[in-house]
């Protein structure tokens, strides 16, 4: 039996369900390793974090929510990557309903894990959870407003320009809402923890923008890569808002 040959139109589905999925696959996976705190020792040492940066779990994951968001926003325009930054803002809740209610679901007696195990590695406390939808909801959506003003500033040129500032200050965002929600106005005000010192918190802010800054001038090239690949397949069916884009 014959196959027919991929048109120009499945070739930017697949780079736009591929695009989406990336962007819930990583946003679900953040949403589950936030609360674990790493540390990465550094070959020098820099202001506040000294020798050694500290980050969440998440970090990683979360910054390829950004790389996904604009490829995305690139592609398809600013309305469609609005609308996807908001629907995974509603999937957030998705994903905490689903896990809180396994970890409450009655448990097999004597299993391998046990279910305590299970709900401290999964079960994200209030303040984290605060903490990541308030500076998920406000930075992503921030991303998307500057990628598109410096895409219009620069007519359209300098790919490298917006991805970087866009993400460069919507990370910052993200980190300062997260870090001092999560781990200092949240403990505070529902009392769900002791205060975390002040050092700790400017030093879990520099390590994770940091890091997430290096990930941003990491990913510019693989940006460009994602949005050429996608338009020579595409054969333009992706241009899909030119006037706002």
């Known amino acids: 039996m014959a196959t027919r040959a991929p048109r120009a139109g499945d070739a930017a589905a697949i780079g736009q369900v591929a695009l989406i999925g990336l962007f819930v696959t990583a946003l679900a996976t953040a949403q589950l390793t936030a609360s674990k705190l790493l540390m990465f020792g ?41 609308v996807m930054v908001n629907v995974g803002f ?4 998705v994903v905490l309903l689903l896990v809180w209610s396994t970890i409450n ?26 903490g990541s939808l308030l500076a998920y909801v406000v930075s992503q959506n921030w991303d998307v407003y500057v990628f598109h003003r410096i895409r219009d500033y620069t007519d359209g040129e300098k790919l490298w320009l917006r991805n970087i500032g866009s993400t460069a200050t919507s990370q910052f965002l993200d980190t300062v ?19 975390t010192p002040t050092n700790v918190i400017l030093s879990l802010i520099v390590g994770q923008y940091v890091f997430k800054l290096l990930v941003a001038l990491v990913d510019t090239p693989f940006v460009y890569a994602v949005v050429a690949l996608v338009e020579a397949y595409g054969d333009g069916s992706t241009q899909a808002e030119p006037a706002t884009r």
């Open 42 to 82: 550094l070959p020098l040492s820099l202001p506040v974090t000294g020798a050694a940066i500290i980050l969440p779990g998440a970090a990683l994951a979360y910054a390829l929510t950004f790389f996904a968001s604009d490829c995305y926003a690139e592609l398809y325009g600013r309305k469609a990557a609005t």
């Open 90 to 93: 509603a999937m957030n809740f």
């Open 105 to 130: 679901a009655p448990a097999l007696p004597d299993q391998p894990i046990d279910p305590s195990t299970f709900a401290t590695v999964l079960g994200a406390s209030t303040n984290i959870v605060l």
């Open 177 to 195: 809402i997260f870090v001092t929600v999560a781990f200092a106005i949240a403990p505070a005000v529902l009392g769900t923890g002791g205060a």
